[in-house]
């Protein structure tokens, strides 16, 4: 069963979105970024604390907002 998972991720531009783009693709998840808001969707059945951990291999701060 796969869950929509909301993430906050303090990114500033398309660099920082791309950043974003290069560690999910890896993982093979379905995701969606909202730059403006600063708001990060993963569609996956991976743990939480896999995505987090995935996240801030960006270097930005992530927080964990919960399921959509």
Do not use: W
Request: net charge neutral; glycine share 6%.
């Amino acid at each position: 069963v796969t869950t929509t998972h909301q993430f906050f991720v303090d990114m500033i531009c398309e660099g920082c979105s791309g950043a974003v783009t290069r560690v999910l693709t890896k993982l093979d998840v379905k995701f969606d970024i909202d730059l403006p808001n600063k708001k990060v969707f993963i569609e996956s059945d991976k743990d939480t604390d896999v995505l987090l951990e995935t996240l801030k291999k960006t270097g930005k701060t992530v927080t964990y907002i919960g399921p959509k």
